[in-house]
């Protein structure tokens, strides 16, 4: 059988590897990956249902240049009027959308941009996604920072003048479990003022657990809405459940916890679709949690390895761009999260239409900031999830935001 | 007429009756925004305050501007009472604004939520001035519970629609015995006019200005218009208006006694 996805598989056994072909050519050693396993929660919740049919019966193809027109000329954005801002009929609307999406952004957050960092503490992964560097079958350098390492991590951050830090790990309960998760958020607690994680989807109980350890906020990507899609690249592992990881926002708001964030990997299926389900999925959590705090996130697909294979389904920044104007003219009040993938000619822009939060000083990769930061050498690091665009660090980026007209905000939480 | 004519607030007195926003511009302008709007009340954010050195919001407040610290953030009384004495903590003072909102789509007060929190805080010395949706019921409530002022929504925080709860807001001002403070929804000069000709004590605003082409300007706009709606009041003449005209020829005419 062929090697499909990884052409760097020298440190793999030679059962690692057949194990690893027979689950990417024959689909009926898969799990069902629409069942639960064991130990996972079940939520009553309809939330699934609406999202997905009204994902299934979007065609983007079917709207005009009429009805983007006629929504447009409607006070308020309602679902048909999403839809058709997301069609590519409204590709040559896309200036009256960026600026009737301004006035919105102003109207609700002003000239603010919230600033804030990720902080990956380790890059251990049971999952086998194939469009992902950090996939289990990927020979990269693992690493899991302990306690002393992920306060120094802090420490550089916090120093750097940081006040919001969103705590990452790869997908692995075995090497990063939700103790050592919520260990590292106390640290957080210490030098930040606020802190969200972008972890494995977990239960209830665990969510509350992480919520107590001072964590408010949780960001889950569902990487596609596309269940059939979903399947073939999520081919092994607890992330191949494909309504567990759809729960894990109302899970982690029943565990208490102030905000959620999601987002397709814009790329992976009909992008158009995917981001109808994204803002619809965050829409309905708000209507029945109208407490809840919602964000949206805007990854594309960026070059990786196995992208010929993959076949990713472009999305150019012109697209993007329409899909967050959509966004925010669909959820005025909804944050939206614009991260270090995109270039800085974009994110300067895309502040001054739609986006209310940017991330700066980034790093990817495990165990680096002071290298990143200070340039001070450290062989002990892991490897990088994925290539950024933009490197500005902290002091650039407060500068620079300053400087387009924008008012940088560090912090706008009490943990209460 | 105006060194007279003070708003009262919990025993403290203001002249100006337009009280800013801080929460959606640059800090930079916040300094000339005052100066241009005569405002001697600014709100902020705890939770935006709450933040370390690099820039904090209270550096770019005037000497001399009370500040009105908001409890925005919180979903029940009991946050909104601690966010209130984290602000004395920051030494913010004893105002107070509660905000409390359990609808991040609107940020609709929740009144019942409101009035617990203002007992309680008002119990613990604060001059707590409630962001309340207009109910006539609700507003006695936070009278007997303490409030120094009360402070009904125009219409949805943001959307500077104006007056959309003009008549509700007419009958606290004409029923309630303290400052009724026309807060949220107030897009334009005119509008923060009116409602001070309608007899509010005083208009918040703060989106209305952050979207301005030019916010000094704006801020100066403002001004002028609550001090002429306040005129107005003051000579009478909007509540003519207001109430309708009278007929020339009276109705009890007839009587002979």
Do not use: W
């Amino acid at each position: 059988m062929d090697n499909n996805y990884i052409f760097d598989s020298e440190g793999l056994s030679e059962e690692a590897l057949k194990r690893k072909h027979k689950l990417e050519n024959d689909p009926s050693c898969r799990t069902d990956h629409m069942k639960h396993m064991e130990g996972q929660d079940r939520i009553k919740s309809d939330i699934f249902d609406k999202v997905m049919e009204q994902f299934n019966s979007y065609d983007p193809a079917a709207y005009t240049a009429k009805d983007v027109s006629r929504a447009l000329q409607q006070s308020t954005i309602g679902v048909e009027e999403f839809k058709a801002l997301l069609s590519p009929a409204a590709e040559p609307f896309l200036e009256q959308m960026a600026e009737r999406a301004r006035i919105e952004t102003r109207k609700h957050f002003g000239n603010t941009v919230y600033l804030f960092t990720p902080l990956y503490i380790a890059n251990y992964c049971e999952n086998y996604c194939v469009y992902c560097g950090f996939n289990c079958y990927n020979k990269i350098r693992r690493m899991k920072l302990n306690t002393e390492q992920i306060e120094h991590e802090m420490k550089v951050i916090a120093d750097s003048g940081m006040e919001e830090i969103l705590i990452l790990t790869g997908e692995s309960k075995a090497m990063s479990d939700v103790k050592y998760i919520g260990e590292a958020c106390k640290l957080a607690r210490k030098y930040f003022r606020m802190v969200g994680v972008e972890i494995y989807p977990v239960n209830v109980e665990d969510y509350k657990y992480l919520h107590e350890c001072g964590v408010d906020y949780v960001t889950v990507f569902q990487e596609t809405y596309d269940n059939v899609r979903y399947e073939q690249l999520h081919l092994a592992g607890h992330k191949r459940v494909f309504p567990y990881r759809f729960e894990a926002q109302e899970r982690a708001l029943m565990g208490g916890m102030r905000g959620i964030a999601g987002s397709a990997l814009l790329g992976l299926s009909d992008f158009r679709k995917d981001a109808l389900a994204t803002a619809l999925h965050m829409y309905y959590l708000q209507r029945k949690y109208p407490h809840a705090e919602i964000s949206l996130s805007c990854p594309r697909l960026r070059p990786i390895v196995n992208n010929d294979k993959i076949d990713p389904l472009d999305v150019g920044e012109r697209q993007l761009c329409q899909v967050l104007c959509a966004y925010r003219l669909f959820l005025p009040f909804a944050g939206i999260t614009v991260s270090s993938r995109e270039s800085k000619s974009f994110r300067d822009g895309i502040v001054k239409i739609a986006a209310t939060k940017i991330s700066a000083g980034v790093s990817t990769g495990i165990g680096d900031h002071e290298s990143k930061y200070t340039g001070k050498e450290n062989p002990d690091e892991g490897d990088e999830q994925f290539e950024i665009a933009d490197s500005r660090s902290f002091e650039t980026m407060y500068k620079d935001m300053s400087d387009e007209g924008l008012q940088p905000v560090l912090n706008d939480y009490l943990y209460v | 007429m105006e060194n007279n004519d003070k708003l009262i607030i919990g025993g403290h007195e203001f002249t100006s009756r337009f009280i800013l926003g801080s929460g959606k511009y640059s800090l930079s302008l916040i300094k000339a925004a005052v100066e241009h709007a005569g405002a001697e009340l600014i709100t902020l954010a705890v939770r935006r305050a709450n933040t370390k050195e690099h820039e904090n919001i209270l550096d770019h407040i005037p000497q001399g501007v009370t500040l009105l610290p908001n409890t925005s953030g919180a979903r029940n009384a009991e946050e909104a009472v601690r966010i209130a004495r984290l602000a004395r903590e920051l030494g913010c003072g004893d105002f107070v604004k509660i905000e409390i909102m359990r609808d991040t789509k609107y940020l609709l007060p929740d009144n019942a939520e409101t009035v617990k929190a203002t007992e309680i805080l008002a119990n613990e010395g604060f001059v707590v001035m409630p962001y309340m949706y207009p109910d006539l019921n609700t507003a006695r409530d936070l009278v007997n519970a303490g409030a120094a002022s009360v402070m009904p929504l125009a219409s949805p925080i943001g959307s500077n629609k104006g007056l959309a709860t003009r008549d509700f807001i007419q009958i606290l001002i004409d029923e309630i015995d303290l400052p009724i403070i026309v807060d949220a929804g107030i897009g334009r000069p005119s509008q923060a006019c009116e409602a001070m000709e309608m007899g509010a004590a005083a208009v918040m605003s703060n989106t209305a200005l952050a979207t301005a082409g030019d916010l000094p300007m704006m801020a100066d706009a403002f001004r002028k218009a609550v001090e002429a709606g306040r005129q107005a009041y003051l000579s009478g003449l909007g509540r003519v208006l207001v109430r309708g005209a009278s007929p020339s020829d009276t109705l009890t005419g007839f009587l002979r006694d």
